[in-house]
């Protein structure tokens, strides 16, 4: 009853708002398959499954257990669809039928007298009316095919009895969401800080002068929020009149109200926050760090806390991106605690804490990795507010021409040169409307940092508080650099990049033709592309798809090379991210806690549905059953109390979309019993049919829709 196939997996998709990593998997040439093969995601796999498939069971039980108190006869109770009578197992008890599908989409319970496939709701209702116009309808239930108007059909029992039938899928899922966030919070939930360390460049957080260390202290009427308060208020909140946000400033212990205006550029309101960095390295360090990191001496190693640079304590992400920012050309002196190895201890000592040990670690500058190629600045995106730039009255569209009297160069470079004379005067000369005209600007120096870690993302100049868009379209290449060795000449354009790490090279594998990220005008991603080719392996290769004058296509690889006189300021890097425990003191606490959390995931499926269908935020956002499978291991591997968390959604996602007035949804079903309780008979068959039919071609149509966006047959964007 009610297993809908695919529309309890519509929602999983309200994009993230931020982005802890920098290299998309569409740049690696790196496949799911890879990733399902290894051992070690067997029993994340294993959890995924088991936790999918309760969900559906419980919804499905809830109509199982209220059909059977009101006295209808269950003929099946499946997980999956038996599609053509294909299951994986099955067996009977009673007069019930248990099994699972082969299909593993859904799951159902067939009610004596209750199809919902139209066709034979059809041929049932006719058998119906034959038999009543017979008069040979039986007192009590007979084997063999059941006539229709079995006292203990479906369609037998009162009108309050079938409404509670139909409910109970959807109330069952409500009350598993809360048990289940409940249990999570009695375990204890890690959760992100409202900490920012670093915006995307030209978004609304950049635009209102946002920056690393910043911390969110409330987001409209929230307070002392956690970061998937900022995903939800963001997303659900109203564009057009924007978000308010109180900021506090530890670096001058300022604090202040912004209203912030949600971009809807990449398909959902977002402001572009990174969420927060903790100072202590990835407990998992198995592939090593990249970058200069990767060369420290001593090398660092997994779970090391950063406690000091060049002799300065350091006790947040942003202070140490200041204290790198100064001298990016320099070695880098830190002093780290390292916990050691834990033993077997005994007697007295054994359980005591071990005391870190101190160790000095030297990490060489990083110089950047260059393909040789300077592309074209594309007009200024964007200004940000209280800068040098919007002093000097430069606005949105116009385009910098020169420098100091120079030509622009590679815009990606600009930030960095410009830096070298913070607090001097340079004169810009930009075009607008066709005129040139000149500014005299004053470099401010800068203590943080503004990286293009999004697709499409223009590049900061942050010392002008100015974002360039960098066209794929290449303006010039260098003498004997990388794409000068590959062929490559100024007017031709890169519409695709894909990273080719050594290992895959050295497996020669084959490469899709579809892999990769796709550049083009309406997505120029080079400032991305440049960004990721500083985090990945040493000897990576870039392939690339290049688009000559006459509009022929090629296949051009190339071996980046380092430019040493340019720096990557963070050097590689990564970090934990910055967490609070939240866990329930009590059962009643982890209660209130669950009831909460799932109280927010269901009114959280209202909203979406809402900006949904009033266009506010794209249906390519959408996923079904291989991305609710992604999303699933990715919370597995968060630990047992974010997969928790998981189910809590999911299930708050199943009861309202089931509960949606469509024919073949719980919901449509609801709205046929309330038209006979009001008008005291059903409506016709011919209505029923009808509607049913157009439900189901909608249900059909949106499964199709989202498994082609899963299967990357439909683009997200």
């Known amino acids: 009853m009610g297993g809908c196939v695919m529309m309890e997996t519509l929602l999983v998709m309200p994009s993230m708002l931020a982005t802890t990593g920098l290299v998309a998997t569409g740049l690696v040439a790196t496949t799911w398959l890879e990733w399902i093969v290894q051992p070690s995601s067997w029993f994340v796999i294993l959890q995924v499954a088991l936790g999918l498939g309760f969900v559906i069971f419980v919804h499905e039980l809830g109509h199982f257990l209220v059909a059977k108190a009101c006295g209808v006869k269950c003929e099946k109770f499946f997980l999956g669809f038996d599609v053509g009578g294909l299951k994986l197992a099955s067996f009977k008890w009673g007069e019930t039928e248990y099994g699972i599908g082969a299909l593993p989409l859904g799951g159902y319970v067939k009610m004596l007298g209750q199809d919902d496939n139209p066709a034979a709701a059809a041929k049932e209702a006719e058998r119906a009316r034959a038999a009543l116009a017979s008069g040979d309808l039986p007192p009590e239930p007979v084997a063999g095919p059941h006539p229709a108007w079995d006292p203990r059909s479906y369609p037998a029992q009162s009108v309050p009895e079938r409404m509670a039938i139909i409910s109970a899928g959807v109330i069952m899922n409500v009350i598993f969401a809360i048990l289940m966030a409940s249990w999570a919070f009695g375990l204890g939930v890690k959760e992100l800080t409202c900490e920012v360390s670093g915006v995307r460049p030209g978004g609304a957080a950049w ?199 120079e030509p622009l160069g590679d815009p990606l470079t600009l930030d ?93 594998e084959k490469r899709n033709a579809d892999a990769g990220l796709d550049l083009s005008e309406r997505s120029p991603s080079w400032p991305y592309v440049i960004a990721a080719l500083q985090q990945v392996d040493a000897g990576t290769r870039l392939d690339l798809v290049v688009e000559s004058t006459d509009g022929t296509k090629r296949d051009v690889a190339i071996e980046p090379a380092t430019v040493e006189d340019h720096f990557v300021v963070d050097r590689g890097l990564l970090f934990e991210p910055l967490t609070r425990l939240v866990r329930a003191g009590s059962f009643f606490s982890a209660l209130r806690h669950g009831f909460g959390k799932a109280t927010d995931d269901l009114s959280l499926v209202y909203k979406f549905l809402h900006k949904l269908t009033s266009n506010q935020i794209s249906p390519r956002l959408l996923g079904g059953p291989i991305e609710i499978a992604k999303q699933a291991g990715k919370s597995a591997e968060e630990g047992f109390s974010r997969f928790l968390l998981f189910l809590t959604m999911l299930s708050a996602n199943l009861a309202v979309v089931n509960f949606l007035p469509i024919p073949v949804l719980d919901g449509g079903h609801m709205v046929f019993l309330l038209y006979e309780l009001v008008r005291g008979k059903p409506p016709s068959e011919g209505v029923v049919a009808t509607l049913s039919y157009l439900g189901l071609a909608l249900i059909l149509t949106l499964m199709m829709f989202v498994f082609g966006l899963d299967l990357g047959l439909i683009p997200r964007r």
């Open 207 to 405: 635009r209102a002068g946002l920056r690393t260390g910043d911390e969110i202290k409330a987001i409209g009427r929230t307070k002392d929020p956690i970061f998937s308060d900022l995903q939800k208020g963001v997303t659900l909140g109203d564009v057009s009149k924007g978000v308010e946000f109180t900021i506090h400033r530890p670096a001058d212990d300022s604090t202040q109200t912004l209203t912030l205006r949600p971009d809807t550029d990449l398909g959902v309101p977002t402001v572009g926050v990174t969420s927060p960095f903790s100072l202590t390295l990835p407990v998992d360090l198995e592939e090593g760090l990249p970058g200069a990191a990767g060369r420290a001496t001593p090398p660092l190693a997994a779970g090391d806390t950063i406690t000091s640079v060049n002799g300065t304590p350091v006790k947040t992400y942003a202070e140490l991106i200041a204290i790198l920012v100064q001298q990016p050309d320099k070695p880098a002196a830190l002093s780290v605690d390292r916990r050691p190895q834990p033993v077997a201890q005994r007697g007295a000592d054994a359980g005591a804490a071990v005391a870190p040990e101190t160790v000095a670690v030297e990490i060489p500058p990083q110089f950047l990795r260059s393909t040789g190629l300077t592309m074209t600045a594309l007009p200024v995106k964007a200004v940000q507010d209280g800068s040098p730039a919007a002093a000097a009255g430069i606005e949105p569209g116009d385009s910098l021409l020169a420098v100091a009297g």
């Open 416 to 508: 960095e040169r410009l830096r070298r004379r913070a607090g001097e005067t340079v004169k810009l000369t930009f075009s607008r409307a066709g005129a040139e005209r000149e500014v005299t600007v004053t470099p401010r120096a800068v203590s943080w940092i503004e990286e293009s870690r999004w697709p499409a993302s223009p590049v900061s100049v942050s010392s002008l508080g100015l974002a360039i868009g960098v066209d794929a379209l290449v303006a010039a290449v260098d003498a004997a650099g990388p794409a000068d060795r590959a062929g490559i000449k100024p007017g031709e354009r890169v519409t695709r990049v894909m990273f080719v790490t050594p290992k895959q090279q050295q497996a020669e």
